[in-house]
């Protein structure tokens, strides 16, 4: 199970971001975070960049799989159906649930979803 933002295991550098532009800022070798925004989406798969999208529906992840995504990030809501689809269509992005404290990783684990990442991250 991946484990990003837990203070007791380690994780690659990741930077959110809001805008294209704010790309250039972040440091190399690292992963970018972006809530689902076509262009973004299109621009980083082009440019063979690490990134995590923030997705809402399992629409956006079917795209956000397409065009390479590393990680594919959503609400515990919704977190089981995108898996499924996930597992199903043999997706090479791993989804991660997002969550606000190791007492949910147990829950997460049960559901089998890739892994987590914490909110805090994500802000």
Do not use: P, W
């Not at 190399?28 to 925004?37: D, E, G, L, V, W």
């Not at 960049?49 to 079917?62: D, H, R």
């Amino acid at each position: 199970m991946i484990l990003i933002g837990d203070s007791l295991v380690a994780h690659e550098n990741m930077f959110r971001i809001y805008h294209q532009e704010q790309i250039a800022e972040t440091k190399a070798n690292s992963t970018i975070i972006f809530k689902y925004n076509s262009a973004i989406l299109k621009y980083a798969s082009q440019n063979d960049l690490s990134y995590a999208v923030v997705v809402s529906n399992i629409k956006e992840s079917i795209y956000a799989n397409a065009l390479n995504a590393k990680y594919i990030i959503c609400a515990k809501n919704i977190v089981k159906d995108i898996q499924k689809v996930a597992e199903n269509y043999m997706f090479d992005s791993k989804i991660l649930a997002i969550i606000e404290s190791n007492s949910e990783i147990e829950e997460i684990a049960s559901y089998e979803i890739d892994g987590v990442i914490y909110k805090n991250i994500l802000e």
